[in-house]
């Protein structure tokens, strides 16, 4: 099974609101990241968790906010947020974060910021 | 500074044939891995077909097949026998080995699979 599931998949928001995207992988992988993907553009990296333990920070402002509670779980906290914030959020997963091993993605979330 | 290189905005194939999509990558360190990647327009990002740099045989998986030329810092997807279900973008990326696990991706080449 290579799967990591997401929700929601489709999420809209208002700039004063807070929400959280959820991400869920029961590989036994132990490196969890966090993309934002833009229309028509490759995947950006924003965080990386490896052991439940945030290792990467792309620079990501402070509106988004990273949380992996276990091994399987990864959240992304969201609050006021701005239309540019608009895009597909992807999670992966992979084995560890130290070797070359492939990453796993889930489905997206599509999130709308109005 | 690692960078990934995919001249193909867009590809056409006829259904049943062969097409290559086109990646070239550039890198000073000797030990990487280059990756290739599906994306639907459902928007999940499928991986296919893994090579590393001191790998001696091209990967190949299923329809898949990897033509690495190193010499050239060239990683070509061949997909054989096309079908309509393979009308997505296509992802080269590359991560060297012991960075922070950043994958490094091209631009994308978005195909379509026709009758």
Not at chain 2, 6 to 13: D, E, K, L, W
Not at chain 2, 22 to 37: A, K, Q
Not at chain 2, 74 to 83: D, E, G, K
Request: proline share 5%; net charge positive.
């Amino acid at each position: 099974d290579t799967e990591v599931t997401q929700t929601p998949k489709h999420l809209v928001m208002g700039m004063t609101n807070k929400k959280s995207l959820k991400c869920e992988q029961h590989m036994g992988h132990r490196a969890m990241y966090w993309y934002k993907q833009k229309a028509k553009k490759p995947p950006e990296l924003m965080f990386v968790y490896s052991y439940e333990k945030l290792s990467i920070n792309e620079s990501v402002p402070s509106r988004f906010s990273p949380e992996c509670p276990n091994s399987s779980l990864l959240n992304l906290h969201l609050h006021a947020l701005q239309p540019e914030d608009s895009a597909l959020y992807l999670c992966a997963s992979s084995l560890t974060r130290d070797r070359n091993y492939e990453q796993y993605f889930g489905p997206g979330t599509r999130l709308t910021v109005t | 500074a690692q960078k990934i290189t995919q001249t193909q905005p867009g590809m056409f194939v006829q259904e049943k044939e062969a097409v290559t999509l086109d990646c070239t990558y550039d890198t000073s360190d000797p030990s990487y891995g280059l990756f290739w990647y599906k994306q639907p327009s459902s928007g999940e990002m499928i991986f296919l077909i893994y090579q590393g740099s001191y790998d001696q045989q091209n990967a190949t998986e299923g329809r898949y097949s990897l033509n690495f030329q190193k010499a050239r810092k060239s990683a070509n997807l061949v997909i054989s026998a096309s079908q309509l279900g393979d009308s997505a973008m296509y992802f080269c990326a590359m991560r060297v080995t012991g960075t922070a696990s950043k994958l490094t991706f091209g631009t994308g080449t978005r195909l379509q699979v026709t009758l």
